[in-house]
């Protein structure tokens, strides 16, 4: 280290110097401050790392390999029952097989695909939610019974005036992130939603994986994505 007033070598965090007695401000780095305490208003750049378009590419991926293997499942399976069974045989077991499997391949193709259509969109939190349900549910052998759940849900009004539903069923921890008046940014590819105030939350879902992390973490625990702050 060296003063900037003579040039005289000085030892490390002096506060004069020796030779012209100039007093020596020590600069430091400014830190980033945490989350709850730097304002947390605005959408985050963060949403340009590569993290999220390989997230999206893998879970592309790993969906294509999993409804691949359910579709030879579900057409070998078939086979092999139409085969060794006396109620169906083949090649009428085999089409159906060949039917379900075709369906599976579908499904995979049409969210892969929604992923690549979604559009990045901005909207304002318009409305809240809270609507007790009643479902049958079956527990096997006979028993079925009649069971009421609450379903909460949050209404957005994109900027373009078209609405958009979320719903979860008895939980209510994103419900309660969600106030009426809470401008919103929707990711494409990862349809998901940011906040634009986040100054008062505790915590932040990841917008890759929807883990719910600590609002001081600065990457998801569970996909170590960038959480968006």
């Not at 030779?19 to 959408?43: D, I, N, V």
């Not at 075709?102 to 609507?131: C, N």
């Not at 069923?169 to 105030?197: C, F, P, Q």
């Not at 879902?205 to 973490?217: E, R």
Request: glycine share 10%; with cysteine; hydrophobic share 30%.
């Amino acid at each position: 280290m060296y003063c900037r007033n003579c040039g005289t070598q000085l030892a490390e965090n002096s506060s004069f110097c020796p030779s012209c007695g100039g007093e020596l401000k020590q600069e430091r780095p400014e830190t980033p401050q945490p989350a709850q305490y730097g304002g947390m208003r605005g959408f985050s750049t963060r949403i340009a790392d590569p993290a999220f378009s390989q997230y999206v590419k893998n879970s592309n991926r790993y969906a294509g390999i999993f409804t691949l293997i359910l579709a030879v499942v579900a057409v070998v399976g078939f086979y092999i029952y139409g085969e060794a069974g006396s109620e169906m045989e083949n090649p009428e077991s085999l089409y159906i097989g060949l039917a379900i499997g075709g369906m599976f391949l579908l499904i995979a193709l049409f969210q892969i695909l929604g992923r690549k259509r979604s559009k990045t969109w901005d909207g304002t939190v318009e409305d809240k939610k809270i609507k007790k349900k009643t479902a049958q549910r079956d527990y096997g052998d006979g028993d079925v019974r009649t069971e009421d759940y609450l379903e909460y849900s949050v209404i957005i009004r994109s900027d373009e005036g078209k609405k958009h539903v979320l719903t979860w069923t008895n939980t209510d921890v994103l419900y309660n992130y969600y106030n009426i008046g809470d401008r919103v940014r929707h990711h494409a590819g990862l349809k998901s939603y940011e906040k634009y105030d986040k100054s008062a939350d505790k915590f932040i879902p990841c917008n890759a994986c929807g883990t719910l992390c600590d609002i001081k973490d600065d990457n998801c625990f569970r996909c170590k994505c960038p959480l968006l702050k």
